[in-house]
């Protein structure tokens, strides 16, 4: 559950970022929708964070150990 | 032949007349890649070559960019010339995320496939059989032969944690900075893009330390079997990435102090910044794929 939860957030920044990269191409600098978009990426970003130190913190994931 | 009407200068395509600036680039390529080519043949003049090639390059790096950034400031780039800027842009992009596909499939084939077939997963039981060895399949793992020796891996909760919450902190600077771009409140601008690429240099200087923890500590090296020659190449072409991104916003930055761009002219502030959100998320996956999952 807590790897599916942290892969769907990935997937989700790295969709905000590629929607960041078309307004970016398209825009021409005009509107708004660029900075929208890299806001949503670095607020699922800092959530992504979080959720990974909560699942840790609830033991469902743990760091590589040798 | 009908003639096409004389147009005015911001109607037509600027093209710079007599650069010397591609001609120095492609010597410095070859003098960079020569030097490198002859240091690899043990030749004693390699480094000083390379050396030079390098310094050949930043000069034209410095050179044609300044070239650039006078020419876009005297208005000579007209909406087609800002269009090819953007297309660029996508074109360099998809290269770079082409770069680290390939280092994050090695990854995940060398994981998911190569270590458990030599641990005798699915088919390859056989395999493991003829090896006739022990070899448990397990990740992280420097293969059945120990190659490098035993190591130990960096903790996640040490410089890496660190690390990641340095670069989302410079992820909300440089978006605080985007939209004071977008407002016009230059002060804001300057204080969020100064803290966005100190952070970056911040970074760059903690993974520097981490490598040394890492050899002097963990013996985890680039020769540890499949694991560190993953690890280093992965990190280390991110913190180079890193280091450009922060260059580029440092020179970015400058040009704000001097007065460049308005709100709705800042083509190269939004190249340079999403550029940082890419090597962000580029990070927060290998934080992800080589320290937890």
């Given at each position: 559950m807590a790897r599916?939860?942290?892969?769907?957030?990935?997937?989700?920044?790295?969709?905000?970022?590629?929607?960041?990269?078309?307004?970016?191409?398209?825009?021409?600098?005009?509107?708004?929708?660029?900075a929208r978009a890299v806001t949503i990426r670095v607020a699922l970003s800092v959530l992504l964070f979080v959720l990974l130190m909560v699942a840790w913190w609830l033991g469902w994931i743990q760091p590589h150990v040798r | 032949m009908?003639?096409?009407?004389?147009?005015?200068?911001?109607?037509?395509?600027?093209?710079p007349h007599g650069s010397p600036w591609p001609i120095v680039g492609s010597m410095a390529l070859f003098t960079t890649v020569g030097g490198a080519a002859l240091?690899?043949?043990?030749?004693?003049?390699?480094?000083?070559?390379?050396?030079?090639?390098?310094l050949l390059l930043t000069t034209m790096f410095v050179g044609w960019f300044g070239v650039v950034i006078r020419e876009s400031e005297s208005r000579l780039y007209n909406e087609a010339v800002d269009r090819s800027f953007r297309m660029g842009m996508m074109w360099f992009i998809f290269s770079e995320v082409m770069f680290f596909a390939g280092f994050f499939g090695a990854l995940l084939y060398a994981r998911q496939f190569s270590v458990p077939w030599l641990g005798g997963e699915g088919t390859k039981l056989l395999?493991?059989?003829?090896?006739?060895?022990?070899?448990?399949?397990?990740?992280?793992?420097?293969?059945?032969?120990?190659?490098?020796?035993?190591f130990d891996v960096i903790p996640a909760f040490g410089l890496p944690a660190i690390n990641t919450a340095i670069l989302l902190t410079s992820g909300v600077t440089i978006t605080i900075a985007h939209h004071a771009m977008k407002a016009g409140n230059r002060r804001l601008l300057n204080i969020f893009l100064a803290a966005t690429f100190l952070l970056g240099f911040l970074f760059v200087y903690l993974q520097a330390h981490e490598y040394m923890e890492a050899y002097t500590e963990h013996n985890l090296k680039l020769t540890s079997g499949i694991y560190g020659s993953t690890f280093f190449p992965l990190t280390a072409f991110h913190g180079f990435h890193?280091?450009?991104?922060?260059?580029?916003?440092?020179?970015?930055?400058?040009?704000?102090?001097?007065?460049?761009?308005?709100p709705t002219h800042h083509f190269a502030f939004e190249g340079a910044a999403w550029y940082w959100h890419f090597v962000d998320v580029v990070w927060l996956g290998l934080f992800i794929f080589v320290y937890w999952l």
């Open positions: 599916f939860l942290i892969l769907a957030c990935l997937l989700a920044i790295v969709l905000s970022l590629g929607s960041a990269l078309l307004h970016l191409v398209r825009d021409k600098g005009e509107s708004q929708k660029m | 009908a003639h096409a009407p004389t147009s005015t200068a911001s109607e037509k395509y600027y093209v240091w690899l043949n043990h030749v004693h003049a390699g480094p000083w070559v390379l050396t030079l090639g390098l395999t493991k059989v003829i090896r006739g060895d022990n070899f448990e399949a397990a990740w992280p793992t420097n293969g059945p032969g120990n190659i490098g020796g035993d890193v280091t450009v991104g922060a260059l580029m916003l440092a020179v970015v930055w400058f040009r704000c102090l001097k007065g460049h761009f308005t």
